[in-house]
């Protein structure tokens, strides 16, 4: 027997949310036999987000019954079942510390339908339960919203079992009181965690760190790695036993800081460096008279002006320095060159370069402005930027073009005295990725950095 369920929450901190709906369908291997749904009041706030997202706000749940009147039938309806649901862990502990709450250990073995639709439907496009419905056929009446979610499903769970005809996979799927032990684990491994920008890494009971990451919210970044039901992610969850973490203040040096350990450390779970963050470049050719703009992907040891995750992204910036700096898009790779002038051209957006009106020296001025702002070739510069706490600031040190290292400082002084600067400055390996990360960083943030340009000096 088998008690399908979806629950719906207040949203909000791991552990603190409350349930809002409930639906269980309890089904026998063919049909259901059962049915409970009721809306439920949290006794807690719901999150904006999540009513917009359900349509269940505050005064829709005012006077529904609290959990501990629903509790007996929740018990009784899912006696003896397995719980069948779709992300199990997150409705499986929902159920549990609701009735943590109360005193009473709920213990039921699980199945959940991602994880087998994974096994047994391998290759759909998205296992999100609205999607991978849509591909299947399955109607999903009121998405998100407790009954409609549970009984789309009862079909998948229905199209899962028929394609299970061994059960094996099924059986095998079953989890029991593991579940509970890795909650526990989680709730002793997140004491102390900041929702704070930084790094922060995974360890095993000796010490040994296992995985490197970065997160503008350390704690709520984390919840999400043991929420997952990716198989990487799990074992990862199996295997640590410790988290330590490093406040950076900002993103930057955190990606920074992030770069340098997986590079020293090399642990087991980050997969490959982040070498391949990086898929295309912005290359300047100088084989006519007028300098053009090429976005390449990017090979071997190449040095790009700057880089980009991908070409997409590179298109989009691309566009808008073309606006900045007046630029021709037959010149910049964003329109195929012909015979004629570009569009910018008609809408007197381009002053002519591609048809030879506009001479090539001023053209090419304009796009050695534009070279000159990210070639960081012989430059020296501070970033400054927020830093860890209240008091201080923090800086990355850009030296010869090079990211030097960075630093957290409290006084002026200290970063207008060189003999300090450089006792202060925690050094990183320069490398490729260290120097886009920055260039990146500027390009997002521009207008909230500071700049301290140390070639005047």
Known sequence: MYSIIDIETTGGKYNEEGITEIAILKHDGEKVVDKFVSLMNPERRIQSYVSRLTGIDTELVLFAPKFYQLAKR?????????????????????????????????????????????????????????????????????????????QATVKLFEVLLNKDSSKNIIHQAKTGKPKKHRDQKLIRLMEG???????????????????????RNIKKRINQHFASDQ??????????????????????????KENQSIKEIQPEFNQ?????????????????????????????????????????????????????????????????????SCFHYGIEKCSGACIGKESAE?????????????????????????????????LVYVKDGIVYGFAYFDLNYQINNPSILEKIIT??????????????????????LKIVDLNDG
């Open 74 to 150: 929740i018990v009784e309806i899912t006696e003896d079942t397995t719980i069948v649901a779709h992300n199990a862990a997150f409705d499986y502990r929902m159920l549990q510390t609701e009735f943590r709450r109360l005193g009473y250990e709920f213990e039921r073995p699980t199945l959940c339908t991602v994880q087998l639709s994974k096994r047994l439907l391998p290759g759909m496009d998205s296992y999100s339960l609205g999607k991978l419905v849509k591909q299947l056929g399955i109607p999903l009446n009121s998405r998100h919203r407790a009954e409609g979610d549970a």
């Open 193 to 215: 965690l900041p929702a704070a920008v930084g790094v922060y890494y995974f360890q095993d009971e000796d010490g040994k760190v296992l995985y490197v990451g970065k997160s």
């Open 231 to 256: 198989p990487k992610a799990q074992d990862m969850q199996r295997a640590v036993e410790k988290i330590s973490f490093e406040r950076t203040g900002n993103e930057l040096i955190a990606l920074l």
């Open 272 to 340: 490959a460096l982040k070498n391949k963050i990086y898929s295309h470049g912005l290359f300047v050719d100088n084989q006519s008279n007028y300098q053009q703009l090429k976005i390449r992907k990017l090979s071997g040891n190449e040095q790009p002006l700057i880089a980009f995750k991908n070409y997409q992204q590179a298109k989009k910036v691309i566009s808008q320095w073309v606006e900045e700096y007046h630029l021709c898009p037959q010149l910049s790779n964003l329109e195929k060159q012909k015979k004629g």
């Open 362 to 394: 001023k053209y090419n001025a304009r796009v050695d402005q534009l070279i000159s702002r990210w070639n960081f070739e012989n430059k020296n510069f501070l970033l400054i930027d927020r830093g860890r706490f209240n008091h201080d600031k923090s």
């Open 427 to 448: 050094k990183i390996t320069p490398d490729f990725i260290a120097n886009q990360l920055v260039k990146s960083h500027i390009r997002k943030n521009h207008s909230k």
